[in-house]
């Protein structure tokens, strides 16, 4: 994620993240769940690297609770922050940090590296930086509880797996796609069209996998008979999942977000998503729509904590399929999740296309 | 129905021999102005229950043409027939508003005029004036209240047992939460407002504050201020339908509150679904063409 693509998510949204609200909520505590007993915030010393976090609560066991219609209750608005990398860092074959000390350590190390309100670069690092903590999620300076070095827990050496030979027009289309990033980097877009996915306001983080970012990293899941829907703050889509057993949609009804159906596994929520949009940049790091499969799971594993795992599997990109987990915390009822709007106020499209024209005009090829 | 019959009975009546006879079968004809416009009654009904309330649950659909106008409308061509020929025709529509007018102050009927000659024009050059001109919708904008109920799109209510019920639109992937029994006003103006809910009987009663000023009506121009307050109600009338009402208060704009309503209909196919409706990438030209790299 470069700085540039980070300075226009914020220009481009009237960022509105989940802060702690002054109102007087009168059904606090009435959404199903209750304040998280203390056991659910113990830590597990040394948890298995294949979904670790299923056992992130120790002591006494959590007991799920379920809808009036005898589903799991999931309800609720959750953040999925965390300074653990996607990626364990090269060279690392520790999975699990055993120890506090290096737990801390690797935190700290982690916050430094994100931290914005360092004055250690030059002039222009520090313009880049003036987007600062402010408005980041303080979440994500935190990594996980079960003190894994990667949130990949699959394959074992927790990075993603090596890249298949791509055919030469998957290849000429990530060639467009890099110059295209080259041109919004130098500051010098052509186009609208050109722009990424989340700069043109079509997808943010609401395409699954959900990933952290450094804000507005809440999702609001909703229950009723026969639907699992969530909601994720950016960029304010529904995710409306049938639990009924339907077939997916037709092979040639596509959708920038596929098309999800769900089902349960014991008390886990398992969905599968396929019919995705064939545009660049919809499926995960470039993946290719066509071929691109995503299972997710998610297990309430205490009042408070969700376990997220998905597995990614696309053959025409990566040699193996490949898993991670992300743990998803329950937001205090007493906060809310407001709209991200960002079509709406796009300015910045407007600022990074009229600077570019301008520079172009006093003969810039390059900022 | 009985007042078109009775319309056509007096058009019959003029051009025929008035008698004794005609007048005592038109006891009402020519005696009182048309009765203002009212959704079909119902009986009474009483919905299935969740949690003790009605449920909701569902995916629904308005099929009046109020997004065109809120008010009685003829067909049109649309914009440009000369490029979308008959598909860009938009077709006649009477009014949703009780008593068939909208109460405008006479300064604000001026403003709805000047919105009506600039639905089709944008000009976002300049972040002071982004949206000064154009109906919203023209833009992919997210519609507010009440006006993404009659949108010509499916929505989706989504009731469990959290004090929060969610309205999923089709149409730009809008999306509001409605907070049950919340006290607290809205924190900031948003496109689809901050909308608060209670149950009085078979009714879902929201109450909708904080919305954008730069949202509108329908594509005739009709707007509001900051001040707008609707309160909306959705009653079920059938296992199949449920009756909208919408109270618009606006005192910048209007001279009294004002009322809308109309059925919404549950959709019944088999496997029917939302789908998606992300209209930014065809408003990109539009909005953004002109600054693009000179070829």
Not at chain 1, 25 to 44: I, R, V
Not at chain 1, 298 to 307: H, K, L, Q
Not at chain 1, 311 to 329: F, H, S, Y
Not at chain 2, 98 to 123: F, M, S
């Given at each position: 994620?470069?700085?540039?693509?980070?300075?226009?998510?914020?220009?481009?949204?009237?960022m509105?993240?989940?802060?702690?609200?002054?109102?007087?909520?009168?059904?606090?505590?009435?959404?199903?769940?209750?304040?998280?007993?203390?056991?659910?915030?113990?830590?597990?010393?040394?948890?298995?690297?294949?979904?670790?976090?299923?056992?992130?609560?120790?002591?006494?066991?959590?007991?799920?609770?379920?809808?009036?219609?005898g589903?799991?209750?999931?309800?609720?608005?959750?953040?999925d922050?965390?300074?653990?990398?996607?990626?364990?860092?090269?060279?690392?074959?520790?999975?699990?940090?055993?120890?506090?000390?290096?737990?801390?350590?690797?935190?700290?190390?982690?916050?430094?590296?994100?931290?914005?309100?360092?004055?250690?670069?030059?002039?222009?690092?520090?313009?880049?930086?003036?987007?600062?903590?402010?408005?980041?999620?303080?979440?994500?300076?935190?990594?996980?509880s079960?003190?894994?070095?990667?949130?990949?827990?699959?394959?074992?050496?927790?990075r993603?797996?090596?890249?298949v030979?791509?055919?030469?027009?998957?290849?000429?289309?990530r060639?467009?796609?890099?110059?295209?990033?080259?041109?919004?980097?130098?500051?010098?877009?052509?186009?609208?069209?050109?722009?990424?996915?989340p700069?043109?306001?079509?997808?943010?983080?609401?395409?699954?996998?959900?990933?952290?970012?450094?804000?507005?990293?809440?999702?609001q899941?909703?229950?009723?008979p026969?639907?699992?829907?969530?909601?994720?703050?950016?960029?304010?889509?529904?995710?409306?999942?049938?639990?009924?057993?339907?077939?997916h949609?037709?092979?040639?009804?596509?959708?920038?977000?596929?098309?999800?159906?769900?089902?349960?596994?014991?008390?886990?929520?398992?969905?599968?998503?396929?019919?995705?949009?064939?545009?660049?940049?919809?499926?995960?790091?470039?993946?290719?729509?066509?071929t691109?499969?995503?299972?997710?799971?998610?297990?309430?594993?205490?009042?408070?904590?969700?376990?997220?795992?998905?597995?990614?599997?696309?053959?025409?990109?990566?040699?193996?399929?490949w898993?991670?987990?992300?743990?998803?915390?329950?937001?205090?009822?007493?906060?809310?999740?407001?709209?991200?709007?960002?079509?709406?106020?796009?300015?910045?499209?407007?600022?990074?296309?009229?600077?570019?024209?301008?520079?172009?005009?006093n003969?810039?090829?390059?900022? | 129905?009985?007042?078109?019959?009775?319309?056509?009975?007096?058009?019959?009546?003029?051009?025929?021999?008035?008698?004794?006879?005609?007048?005592?079968?038109?006891?009402?004809?020519?005696?009182?102005?048309?009765?203002?416009?009212?959704?079909a009654?119902?009986?009474?009904?009483?919905?299935?229950?969740?949690?003790?309330?009605?449920?909701l649950?569902?995916?629904?659909?308005?099929?009046?043409?109020?997004?065109?106008?809120?008010?009685?409308?003829?067909?049109?061509?649309?914009?440009?027939?000369?490029?979308?020929?008959?598909?860009?025709?938009?077709?006649?529509?009477?009014?949703?508003?009780?008593?068939g007018?909208?109460?405008?102050?006479?300064?604000?009927?001026?403003?709805?005029?000047?919105?009506?000659?600039?639905?089709?024009?944008?000009?976002v050059?300049?972040?002071?004036?982004?949206?000064?001109?154009?109906?919203?919708?023209?833009?992919?904008?997210?519609?507010?209240?009440p006006?993404?109920?009659?949108?010509?799109?499916?929505?989706?209510?989504v009731q469990?047992?959290?004090?929060?019920?969610?309205?999923a639109?089709?149409?730009?992937?809008?999306?509001?939460?409605?907070?049950?029994?919340?006290?607290?006003?809205?924190?900031?103006?948003t496109?689809?407002?901050?909308?608060?809910?209670?149950?009085?009987?078979?009714?879902?009663?929201?109450?909708v504050?904080?919305?954008?000023?730069?949202?509108?009506?329908?594509r005739?121009?009709?707007?509001?201020?900051?001040?707008?307050h609707?309160?909306?109600?959705?009653?079920?009338?059938?296992?199949?339908?449920?009756?909208?009402?919408?109270?618009?208060?606006?005192?910048?704009?209007?001279?009294?509150?004002?009322?809308?309503?109309?059925?919404?209909?549950r959709?019944?196919?088999?496997?029917?679904?939302?789908?998606?409706?992300?209209?930014?990438?065809?408003?990109?030209?539009?909005?953004?063409?002109?600054?693009?790299?000179?070829?």
């Amino acid at each position: 994620m470069s700085d540039r693509w980070l300075t226009s998510m914020f220009i481009a949204a009237a960022m509105i993240a989940v802060v702690p609200s002054a109102l007087t909520n009168a059904q606090t505590g009435a959404s199903g769940s209750s304040k998280p007993p203390e056991a659910a915030q113990a830590q597990t010393p040394k948890a298995p690297a294949k979904a670790p976090a299923a056992k992130a609560a120790t002591g006494k066991a959590w007991t799920p609770i379920k809808t009036p219609w005898g589903d799991p209750d999931l309800q609720g608005v959750w953040n999925d922050a965390t300074s653990t990398p996607m990626q364990r860092p090269n060279g690392s074959t520790t999975d699990v940090l055993d120890d506090a000390e290096s737990a801390t350590q690797f935190e700290e190390k982690l916050a430094y590296d994100l931290s914005r309100d360092r004055r250690d670069g030059g002039p222009e690092v520090d313009v880049n930086r003036a987007y600062n903590e402010h408005w980041m999620d303080a979440r994500r300076l935190k990594i996980t509880s079960d003190r894994r070095t990667s949130l990949i827990v699959d394959p074992a050496d927790g990075r993603i797996p090596p890249t298949v030979p791509l055919t030469p027009e998957r290849q000429k289309i990530r060639a467009e796609r890099a110059a295209a990033a080259d041109r919004f980097n130098a500051g010098m877009p052509d186009v609208a069209t050109e722009l990424s996915l989340p700069v043109r306001c079509i997808i943010r983080t609401d395409s699954p996998p959900y990933l952290p970012t450094i804000y507005n990293n809440n999702f609001q899941i909703f229950q009723s008979p026969g639907y699992v829907v969530i909601a994720p703050e950016m960029i304010h889509s529904a995710r409306i999942i049938p639990m009924d057993g339907r077939p997916h949609l037709g092979k040639t009804l596509l959708q920038w977000l596929g098309d999800t159906r769900g089902h349960w596994e014991g008390t886990t929520l398992v969905l599968e998503t396929t019919n995705f949009r064939t545009d660049d940049g919809v499926a995960y790091q470039g993946a290719n729509p066509a071929t691109y499969k995503i299972t997710e799971r998610f297990t309430r594993v205490a009042a408070d904590s969700i376990n997220y795992e998905f597995t990614i599997t696309d053959p025409a990109t990566w040699t193996k399929p490949w898993t991670a987990v992300i743990p998803w915390t329950k937001v205090d009822p007493g906060e809310q999740m407001y709209e991200y709007m960002c079509h709406e106020d796009n300015f910045d499209i407007v600022h990074l296309l009229t600077g570019a024209r301008t520079r172009e005009k006093n003969g810039e090829g390059k900022r | 129905m009985r007042s078109r019959f009775g319309r056509v009975m007096i058009l019959l009546g003029a051009a025929a021999v008035i008698s004794v006879f005609w007048l005592t079968v038109l006891p009402t004809a020519g005696q009182q102005a048309p009765p203002a416009r009212q959704s079909a009654p119902f009986p009474p009904y009483k919905a299935p229950r969740l949690n003790g309330h009605p449920d909701l649950n569902g995916l629904w659909q308005a099929f009046v043409t109020a997004n065109i106008d809120l008010q009685d409308h003829e067909a049109q061509s649309g914009p440009h027939p000369e490029v979308l020929g008959a598909y860009g025709g938009w077709p006649a529509g009477q009014s949703i508003v009780e008593g068939g007018e909208i109460p405008y102050k006479p300064e604000a009927l001026a403003k709805k005029r000047q919105n009506l000659l600039n639905r089709t024009k944008v000009d976002v050059s300049n972040d002071k004036t982004w949206h000064d001109l154009g109906d919203p919708e023209f833009k992919c904008y997210m519609p507010g209240l009440p006006r993404a109920t009659y949108m010509p799109f499916p929505f989706q209510i989504v009731q469990g047992t959290s004090p929060y019920i969610l309205m999923a639109y089709e149409f730009a992937t809008a999306t509001r939460t409605i907070r049950m029994d919340w006290k607290g006003e809205a924190p900031t103006d948003t496109w689809m407002g901050w909308s608060r809910g209670r149950w009085e009987g078979e009714t879902l009663v929201v109450d909708v504050t904080g919305q954008r000023e730069e949202s509108w009506f329908d594509r005739a121009g009709d707007y509001h201020s900051d001040a707008l307050h609707v309160v909306e109600r959705f009653t079920p009338a059938s296992p199949y339908h449920m009756i909208y009402e919408a109270t618009i208060e606006d005192p910048k704009v209007f001279t009294r509150p004002w009322k809308i309503s109309f059925p919404l209909y549950r959709r019944m196919e088999r496997n029917v679904q939302a789908l998606e409706y992300k209209c930014v990438p065809w408003t990109e030209e539009l909005l953004y063409g002109k600054f693009k790299k000179p070829s």
